[in-house]
């Protein structure tokens, strides 16, 4: 069965920071990999999506980045982050057609 | 693009009563209805979905429905429990392309 790790459950971090969050995906191939990000209270925002290994495509313009080294590998990355980006990262994976995500559980990020 | 809107953003009800949540969507091409749960401090899980071919489908006490002519659907739980307490997320999808758009959300308490 496919299964979706993602690390670390928390950070704090200090603005100016910069950040790596990692998530891999196992027990498929080719995934369609996403980055969202929820805010507290509020709903899903999607960052990022990639078809394939070096392919991604944002949604959002800002001071984050992602990257796809490897098939089921799917990094979120930023330089410097600012007090906006905190919020809870969630990396999910679909495959094509009629399917649903599958989430992974979640990065609660505060950048202090 | 695609504009779903979700009603109401919070819902109380008492344990044993129905619960419902309604979702409306703006693009016909749209084909692919999965409602997710949220639990505090998880990361969303699918838990029914519904194909535009397809009116209403169950799955225990929950059951989705949806009005193509309307473009409308709905979540409908049963025999409400207080594991059910969560946020609800719908959500509208072509399923030949990436892009999924949410609603906002629907925080559901359930009162034992």
Redesign the interface.
Known sequence: SQTIHQWPATLVQPVGSPLSLECTVEGTSNPNLYWYRQAAGRGLQLLFYSIGIDQISSEVPQNLSASRPQDRQFILSSKKLLLSDSGFYLCAWRGTGWSGYTFGSGTRLTVV | GENVEQHPSTLSVQEGDSAVIKCTYSDSASN?F?W?KQEL??????II?I?SNVGEKKDQRIAVTLNKTAKHFSLHITETQPEDSAVY?C?AQN??Y???T????TKLQVIP
């Open positions: 692919y999965p997710y401090g998880k990361g969303p899980q699918l979905d194909r997320f959500a399923g030949g990436q892009k999924v949410f609603g906002t959300g």
